[in-house]
C-alpha cells in the first residue's frame, strides 16, 4: 500500500483521488478574513464545497472562526447543520413555496429573493410569532434572483412587512468583478448603497471573492468568499494569492508499446509518428476531467506529470479513461499502479479550465464525483 505525503493510506482498489488540503484551505480562509479586514468573513460552500466535500470544509472553515456559511440548496443547508449546530446558514435560492416550516425548524435563514418571499417569511413569522432572521437580496445587475429597484420602491413604506422578521442581511451580488477593467463593479456598488436605504437599516454585504480583492469599499458587513477559498483563480488580470487546495490523480491501468501509424482513442484523432509508450490512467471525463482536454495530432491537449516529468495527453479523453505519450519519462517512473499528477502543483485548476474553454468553477464543481476524496493537512 503506498503512502501519500501526508502520510495517509492509499488502498490499492482507489483508480483516482481528489486530494483537498485542508491546510490550504484554512489559510485562505484566513488570507481572505484579513483582507476583509472589519467585514465578517463568510464561506460559501454550495455544490458540496466547489466540489471538496462540505462536511469537512465546513468544520474546517469552523476552525478558522467562520460563522456564517452560504449554500444554494435547502438539501446543501441541512448537510451543514448536520455538522455545525451554532452557525448561521443562509440559502441563496430563497425561499420556495411550503418550506418555511424546514427553514425555522433547523434554524436557516433564507435569502428572501422577491416580495412573494418577504410576504411569505413575515407571514410565517407572524403566523408563529416569532421573529426570525432572514436575508433580503437585491438584485443590481444580474437579473437571476433578488428585489428590483421597482420592488425596493414598492415596499420600502410597507412596515408591516418588515416588522414581522429580523432583517438579518441585505446583499447583493456582483456580475462582473472578476475583471477589473468593469466598470459595472461599481455601479453596482452604487445602487446597492441607493436600494438598500430604502429598506430598514442592517448589516450589508455585496462582495464575493472577486469582490473581497476588490477592495475595502466593497466589503461593508461581510464577505462571501466561494472560489477563492479553494483556491481559484477569482480576478483575471492579477496573479493568484490563494493556495492550491486541490490536486487530481489518477492511476496507470496499463502500459503499452505502439508502432509508428497505429491510433489511440476514440474517433483515432491521434496517430503516432514514431514508436510510442503510452500510459492509460484511470481518469475520465466522467470525473471531471473535461473532454476538451484531447489532444490530436494537430491540437496539443492537456499535459499530466509523472513527478516532474510532462506526459502530454494523446488521443480523446474518454469517459473513464486518458491515454499519455509516456516515450520520454524514465522507465522506472512509468509503473502499472503509480498515480499520475492530472491536476495539481504543475496543473492549476485554472490552467485546466483555460485549456477546456472554462472556468475553475466549473473544473471544480465537476471533480470528485467518483474520485476518492483524500483530506491532508486536516
Ligand atoms: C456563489 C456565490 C458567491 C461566491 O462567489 P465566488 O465567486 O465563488 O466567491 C457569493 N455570493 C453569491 C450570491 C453566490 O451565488
Redesign the pocket.
Known sequence: MSLNAGGNKIRPEVSGRLTIDLAALRSNYRKLASLASDAECAG?I?ADA?GTGAEAVCQALSQEGCQTF?V?TISEALRVRSVLADVSVYV?DGLPPDCADLFAAQSLRPVLGSIAEIEDWAAYCQHCQTCLPAAVHIDTGMNRLGLSAKDIKAIADRSDLFAGFELALV?S?LACADDPDSPMTEAQRIAFDELRRMLPAAPASLA???GILSGQAYHYDLV?????LYG?R?RSVQTNPMLPVVSLDGRIAQIRHIEKGETIGYGATFRASAPMIIATVSIGYADGFFRLLSATNEKAGATAYIGNYAAPLVGRVSMDLVTLDVTDVPADHVSRGAFVELIGSHNSVDDIADLAQTIG?EVLTSLGTRTERLYVGA
Do not use: E, P, Q, T
Open positions: 460559501v454550495k466547489y452560504f444554494a441563496l446583499m451580488h464575493n471573492s472577486a462571501r468568499a466561494g472560489v477563492a481559484g477569482a468553477y
